[in-house]
């Protein structure tokens, strides 16, 4: 059984560690096919993120051909940072969320292999901001190619509490 990660990140509230971390959640719009969130009894689904800032894409390419590791990492930071934004969403309130599961698709080359370590950046911020309730099941998947050719995509469920 794996030991939870230390809360390394000082605050009471996940709102002033996300503050603490000198981050700010983005705002997110819907379009025409698709809305950021959804909502199923007590479960919350939310769509795809991608690394996106201000509207730009902040990456393309196939990890471990075009892009490196640390690279795809810090992208995978800003798409969980933009999972975040969908729950708050759809919940209200930072300290309401609850991450119950997460899956990183992580476009890259047959022989990449780490895809967990992409992954892992990603679980660390929400760990970081949402302490326990940060902590989820999780899944890595290596993929031929992703939306906008960008190198990584990240799914969440999570509920409200």
């Given at each position: 059984m794996s030991q939870p990660l230390p809360q390394t990140v000082k605050g009471d509230s996940a709102s002033e560690r996300l503050q603490a971390l000198g981050l700010k959640l983005?705002?997110?719009a819907g379009t025409t096919y698709l809305v950021p969130h959804r909502t199923v009894g007590s479960t919350?689904?939310?769509s795809g993120q991608l690394p996106f800032k201000d509207g730009e894409l902040l990456g393309r390419g196939v990890v471990g051909r075009d892009v490196e590791l640390e690279t795809a990492r810090s992208l995978a930071r800003h798409a969980?940072?933009?999972c975040l934004a969908a729950a708050v969403q759809a919940v209200g309130d930072l300290d309401r969320v609850r991450i119950v599961q997460m899956l990183v698709f992580v476009a890259s080359?047959?022989?990449?292999?780490?895809?967990?370590?992409?992954?892992?950046?990603a679980s660390e911020l929400l760990i970081e901001v949402l302490g326990?309730?940060?902590?989820h099941?999780?899944?890595a998947i290596g993929v031929a190619g992703l939306p906008l050719n960008t190198p990584v995509e990240i799914q969440v469920i999570c509920t409200a509490v």
């Open positions: 983005p705002v997110l919350i689904h939310l969980a940072l933009n080359t047959p022989d990449f292999g780490e895809q967990s370590q992409v992954a892992n950046a326990e309730n940060g902590r099941a999780r899944t």
